[in-house]
């Protein structure tokens, strides 16, 4: 590899070990010896500036005293001492610094100062920093354990980055447990330098990393990451376990699309477009370790049950039906090699129930019949032990079939003491076993859904047919001219004008400043008529500013003087603009469209069931602009009104290409004008006589 | 206990083995040897027609020729020969016979032939009888272990009823690692005799059962399973895994009430009305064997969680929050308390962080500390393996502590070989420990939920103020009308004649057998209307045969003459009845409320977002009859549409009182007529204004 600025880091040829001591509990001790007791090939050096020796070894008062060049600083020292160690490993040309020590943007005032001074340092020294407050790294393949873990990681091909010290305690004991390798088991701790982006990127060029596994609970830099996790996702999995699913955010949002978009609903969208499977539990997590540790990448999500017991069939069929997965439709072919292999009492159709005693003979030809078998995308071996059952010899059977390796192969030995030593078969094997199988099926179906996200983003994108130019132009007046008037909301005309430059026809508001002069308007424009009190607030409705399904002029000025009443009840006279009257536009569906500009990952778009239904049945997708056609469809069809949309049973829908299409360009709306913070069309009303935005507003930036 | 009828069987001092044999492999010989090596210490006899002893035993040819009363036998032979021993135990007054054979219910015609003389065996005979098609059962407190599993279960309060065998096996082997013990293990087969709900009732009686973990594929008596679950569960908890959750049944639905309330979700609504907790994957029942082992039950779902790790701290607290629980909030004298025993780093909000190098006291502190604590009703201690984490320490501290046994404490030890010794403190100490934090919290909510279901099932039902007889009688008089006519649909006015009987209000439908009529009628009535044809058939909008918002005389008669046509076009003459005007109801939301017969369990009454939304949404929710107005408003506040109901924001919402009394009485009408199969009301368009069914149809059995 050339010039990869990680790779010196990550495979240093020498190393100092700043806070080195004899004291094999101390975390400076710690690092040291994990790095002696290895098979690392390099030179490492211990720093102290206290004793001559340490651990039998010269040791250097400081970094600067060792005579070659250092490539990586490993730091084990209290907060306060850090920088000016940093300092000297800088002017010593130390290629790379490992901070170890915590204190600094966890903790107080100075902790942040001092994290903003590594920042800086690493920025004009070009010296790359893990850390701080992390656990260190290993590189098992060089044999090397630059961290004060105590164990050491076996070499493998998951690379493991995690922002939790903890969690590279628990899955590296788990690891050792199961035979797991790795090929990097990083702890990022803060990321004042090396972040997720980065190492992500390091790792896609690095042919020994067959797949990532993330631990995650911040972010430095959204797009960056989007784009290096979605390129390594093209031919490689990466798992995210992303911490913080209720953290705050949502509260503050001025819309409803702020509300929905909130950050955590955002970085599910994230991953998916990327292509990173998201799990759901450290359980879920660890059991993707399992399943990458020997990877091999399901084509499809149909898969084979093979079992020797009815009810573990059908409860794993259960789980597969419910989480999106579908039994595999044996070929003719395949349930003719069962008939005339397993006895007669077997069940040939899938799941494969070889019985109770089901013998060696019969596990191994039902497994090596769905290998061969083009309908089938995985087989799941479930295996109870019941009297008979002979956990080793059945492992011995199917570990050995030839093409074993053809596709993933999961294996669920559902017991203790009486599969122990099946299970070490398969492990010794590469063949990943679980506990039970609904956690070898959530793998699975979470690789198979990989898979096809990933088939759909290679996708070209299609060009929306659009005078985008001239639509950026007559917006841009728009919010200049709100702009001027310093207004915290833009809705009625002002939204209308905006959306619809972008091809999102609105419903015309016509401003009246007297009862009479609504219900003159509302003569001329066609009963029945809806009057609207616009002002710079959310939630008019509850103002008492809405008046619907107005048939007659009577019933116009009556709404008319009670709107302004309210209005005088509840309004500062400076929020108070005016009343409008608009056409009643009735249609079947009521959609929410909005964006949002994310201040990690920038603009995202919702899209589904709006008017009350938003906040009660929380119907709704989010997506990533720019959207094309396609795009919005797949976006759209995450929804359940999108059933409805696309005209169910003999109810006429909307049309969908039409709606494809706005919302295609309402998507380069946020992009446009990244001066918008949120945008709510809530509702678009649709059905097949047209798409009318019924009420809009764009909240700026302040 | 006296007059048990189940005790002299489970716990028999005289034991014939049918079968018994020498082959140690064979089912009859491991059945035999597994009695004799217990510490049974009743009489066990080995029968055999061939040989004259078996494992050094004298052997009998029949049982007839054991000179003492049996109390029990086991009979391992080939299903032909199983009928006649069954009646050679009966004759010799055997009090009750395990059937461990399989070739019955699930295998052909003769098979199921046999099953059938055997439950008449059973019920003219008074012998209990278990299985067929079973493993057996081992009562592990007499030391009894009368089956022909590989192991013995460990004594211990955990009833454990399975209907697979091979789920036997799998739970066996992992309880003799996790020292999980039972009070019963009882395989029950195919259950001609004794079944879920008999065994639910003589455990309740035993004072050394503390729980029932149940493996469900199939009931015999539904009303008297829900009737000895409610029983049991009313002190000590039952937790179910139900198999065939994706099971067919609802595809033959003649309604949407019949498709919503399919066979799984009538087993949720049973378990939840029972007070039976169902557990979602074998990993997660298993989860919930740990926690029962030493029960002891959460009196809310406010967790304290004590983690030595932030990542694992959000990680549990994520879960927590979205499966329904909250974290406690630390009273002052904890937090108090915390602060003078934790460094000063750690934090005494709950989630409780001791740091990374945590030490035995601070667990101690911690956990001693939420013992105390009126506002904590569960402690969650998580333990991941750092690098100075002394896992031993750690445990004997928090085992140690005096009052531990107070409140249920939940430990996950993160790590594999770090932690096993602080693992193996807990469980000898009693204490449940989990991989990880999700498991354990999923217990602890599940039983939290239990308890509070418990408390609600509790409430006495209060009466519904209604003249039900009169209402039966006029409602009988339409039910024989149409029996008579034998309609296989009852809809238009009689259903309306029907519901209305019971106080549920209709919109009168005028028939018109002309289109001029039809105008006349509108007129009549007041436009706009609606013009409904009315068939024996389903679906009536998909056949053309609805239209709405007639708002003049032209109209209705252009849309008479076009459902006149379209129903000649689709319809047999048979079918088409009558074209009935309604006056246009219009009221902001649509609901269906529905009764459905289960075969298994009788009435159930669905409620939920109805109109087209009943498709898309799937917002319903299922309850058993009858309903008080206390149980109706249960039933509702489980759909997201109760939100609107209630009042959303400023927007007026029902009349909850009165759709609830609505409801209660509703409930009744499956309950007066068993007859029907099916009732669907959708739309019943609620608002402020009112409530009244827009279209009723009522399916009766045929």
Known sequence: MQNEPLDGFFNPQTIAVIGASDRPHSVGGAIFSNIKNGTFTGKVFPVNNKNASVQGQKAFPSVGDISEKVDLAVIAAPAPAVLPILDDCARAGAGGAVIVSSGFKES?????????????????????????????????????NASFA?????????????????????????????????????????AADIDFAEMIEYFSRDENVGSILLYMESLNDGPRFIAAARDFCQTKPIVCLKAGANSAGAAAAASHTGAI?????????????????????????????????????????????????GGSGVISTDFLAQNGGELSKLATKTIKTLASTLPPAASRANPIDVLGDGAPEHYRAAVS?????????????????????QSKKIAEGIAGIEDIAAKPVFISFMGAA??????EIFRRAGIPTYRTPEKAIACFLGLA?????LKRAKKAFSRVRFDFDSAKNTAAEVFAAAAEKKQSIIDG??????LQAYGLPGNPAHPAKTAGQAATIAKKIGFPVALKLQSGLAHKTELGGVRLNLDTAAEVKKAFNEIEKNAEKHLRAKDFREITVEKMV???YELIVGAKIDPLFGPVIVFGAGGTAVEIFDDTAIGLPPLDAAGAKELMAKTKIFKLLKGYRNIKGADIEELAGVMARFSRLPLDFPQIKEIDINPLAVDQTGIVALDAKIIPEK
């Open 108 to 144: 107080g005032k100075q902790g942040k100062k001092d994290f903003s001074a590594i920042q800086k340092l690493a920025r004009t020294s070009g010296m790359r920093i893990l850390g701080p407050n992390c656990l260190g790294f290993a590189n098992p393949r060089a044999g090397l």
């Open 150 to 190: 105590p164990q050491s990681p076996l070499p493998g091909s998951i690379a493991f980055i995690s922002q939790s010290g903890a969690l590279c305690g628990t899955l590296l004991d788990w690891s050792l447990r199961d035979n797991i390798g790795f090929s990097h088991f990083v702890s990022i701790g803060s």
């Open 449 to 453: 859904k990989w898979q096809k996200d």
């Open 493 to 498: 005309e002002a939204a209308r004008k905006i």
């Open 369 to 389: 019949a769905c290998l061969k078998d083009k309908n089938v995308d995985g087989i799941m071996a479930i295996i109870s032990p019941q009297a008979v059952t």
């Open 261 to 309: 978009a909130g950050n955590d609903k955002v970085f599910s969208a994230v991953f998916e477009r990327a292509g990173v499977i998201r799990a759901a539990t450290i359980s879920e997590f660890y059991n993707y370790a399992r399943t990458l540790n020997h990877c091999k990448k399901p084509q499809g999500r149909r898969l084979a049950i093979i079992t020797n017991a």
């Open 586 to 588: 009735d249609k079947k």
């Open 418 to 423: 009486r599969v122990a030593e099946g299970v």
